[in-house]
């Protein structure tokens, strides 16, 4: 629309991208890169208010990414006493039923109090659907 506002506020994008997989592929053909880190965020006034970082589980710097990410937006934490870094499993494909696990710093929390940021269920894992 002439708003702008998905490419200037994030305005969920992501219901979009999703819309168009769902719309556009058979599921056997979904696929969720994982194997190597993304950063992806909204900064405003200073600080990350939307998105955070996720690592893939075979980025072999993905502790320097991590590192790097938290001297940046959320000084004086190092990634060894950090309490925002958390663990997802992730499954990549229906066609594999491994889960493997990524570890993420989140903004906060969804509205269904969640970590935000991959949409982690509360069991810590995060299917194909």
């Given at each position: 629309?002439?708003?702008a506002l998905i490419f200037t506020h994030r305005c969920n994008d992501l219901i979009f991208?999703?819309?168009?997989v769902r719309l556009l592929?058979?599921?056997?053909?979904?696929?969720?890169?994982?194997d190597w880190s993304y950063q992806?965020?909204?900064v405003r006034d200073g600080a990350v208010a939307w998105g955070g970082i996720e690592t893939g589980f075979d980025d072999p710097n993905a502790d320097a990414a991590l590192g790097d990410?938290?001297?940046r937006w959320y000084p004086p934490e190092t990634l060894a006493d950090s309490t925002r870094v958390r663990v997802c499993h992730v499954q990549s494909s229906v066609n594999d039923s491994r889960?493997?696990?990524?570890?993420f710093i989140p903004h906060g929390r969804t509205r269904w109090n969640w970590l935000?940021?991959?949409y982690c269920n509360k069991?810590?894992?995060l299917p194909i659907w």
């Open positions: 629309d002439d708003s991208q999703t819309a168009a592929l058979p599921r056997s053909r979904w696929f969720r890169f994982a992806h965020h909204t990410y938290l001297a889960f493997r696990p990524v570890r935000a940021a991959p069991n810590g894992r």
